[in-house]
């Protein structure tokens, strides 16, 4: 059976230049970059290779990535780290309703030992209002952290009118990158961000690596004591294999921008056409322009999302229910939730996230089989019979 992958933003496969380089170092580069010696040189070497071409990848400057275990963890010393170094100030943190669980989870840390949140609700498309944003800043307001695209429904954010206003008021600024990075331009200037999140897997990098972009000058308290390494933000000795995985996709990240997102983005045009042309009461989530090339995300009247996903993986497609970090637990995603969605709707929500390896003919295979299993399943549901949504 033939199999075709429209997960992508779940994770990605290794891009095989990222698997050739990785190989290599594997083989030959093991001394520890802290070592002095020949064999510790050279592994810092490539350690700061890599983290050249992270900094590029974003408009960054070299001393300003700080290597991660992956994009939790620097959401987590973005978000915790910036409230513990700033409390005396005050603690008050602002974020929205549609972040992903790494984001709002510290926030709701940081709320059980007295700091204060707000969670900024989203239209209906999942987008922030810039004005909104103005009326909940206070003078012991510390952190704004707002993500620029949306993991579940691809919305992306007016993330440089929220990094002016942050300027404007002398807040610190930190937003998740981790699913725009190599889809969209992410520059740290035009963005305005003082704490920007990327991570590895979802750019064809290998798993539990990610980086924090820390502007020169900003304060955070790091969360993992010991050997002082990362600058003291982040101690462990570096998983240099995965590090220089991870720059290598970023490299390649910017070398085939163009080439594959404009790939990518026509055949995601091609299965929206498709999709809605074939299958009734289908709704479109996410902003209908202002979104990912590679998302698309779609609500099915009388349709189970976890059905319909087990169907597609039947047929060897590859899909996500809602987003990948929720569908295991089965609650409504929050994101589809904050943007009025019925319950019913957000229920049978699926997401197609394209990418690299995707062709024409994935897509029209998807088209050939999605709107049987759709019909098959409405045809046992009492509610399709009756219309209820
Ligand atoms: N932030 C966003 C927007 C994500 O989509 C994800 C992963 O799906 C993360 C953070 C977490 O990144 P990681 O899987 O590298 O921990």
Do not use: W
Not at 56 to 67: K, M, V, W
Not at 234 to 240: A, M, Q, V
Request: glycine letters at 10%; hydrophobic letters at 35%; one cysteine or more.
């Amino acid at each position: 059976m033939k199999k075709i992958y429209m997960d992508y933003s779940a994770t990605t496969p290794l891009h095989p230049e990222v698997i050739s380089l990785m190989r290599h170092v594997m083989e030959n580069v093991y001394g520890n970059p802290s070592s002095l010696h020949s064999f510790g040189r050279e592994a810092k070497k490539y350690l700061d290779e890599a983290r050249q071409k992270v900094a590029d990848l974003i408009g960054a400057q070299f001393g300003e990535i700080y290597f991660t275990g992956g994009g939790t963890e620097a959401d987590n010393i973005a978000v915790i780290g910036t409230a513990r170094a700033n409390e005396k100030k005050g603690r008050h943190i602002i974020t929205s309703a549609v972040e992903h669980h790494a984001v709002i989870d510290s926030c709701k840390h940081l709320a059980k030992t007295g700091f204060e949140v707000t969670f900024l609700p989203v239209d209906r498309y999942g987008m922030v209002d810039p004005e909104e944003l103005k009326k909940a800043i206070r003078p012991d307001t510390i952190l704004i952290s707002i993500m620029h695209a949306n993991n579940e429904n691809g919305t992306i954010q007016p993330i440089e009118e929220i990094g002016k206003i942050a300027k404007e008021h002398g807040i610190v600024f930190h937003t998740d990158c981790v699913q725009s990075v190599g889809k969209i331009p992410v520059r740290v200037d035009d963005l305005g961000a003082d704490l920007i999140t990327i991570s590895s897997h979802k750019i064809y990098g290998p798993k539990g690596v990610g980086a924090l972009y820390k502007r020169k000058g900003v304060r955070v308290e790091p969360l993992v004591f010991g050997g002082g390494q990362e600058r003291k933000i982040r101690s462990g000795t570096e998983n240099t294999i995965g590090i220089i995985g991870f720059g290598k996709a970023a490299e390649l990240a910017v070398r085939d921008f163009q080439e594959e997102n404009t790939k990518v983005k026509m055949l995601r045009d091609r299965l929206i056409k498709g999709v809605l042309a074939k299958i009734p009461d289908v709704r479109l989530n996410g902003h209908p322009e202002k979104r990912l090339p590679h998302n698309a995300h779609f609500s099915f009247a009388y349709v189970e999302g976890e059905s319909l996903l087990l169907s597609l993986d039947m047929k060897g497609i590859a899909v996500s229910s809602g987003s990948a970090c929720s569908s295991s637990s089965l609650q409504p995603s929050h994101v589809l939730m904050a943007t009025g969605i019925p319950e019913e709707l957000v229920h049978g929500s699926v997401r197609f996230t394209l990418g690299r390896e995707n062709t024409e003919e994935d897509v029209d295979y998807v088209l050939s089989v999605l709107p049987g299993i759709v019909e098959r399943f409405r045809s046992f549901s009492p509610l399709a019979a009756r219309k209820t949504v």
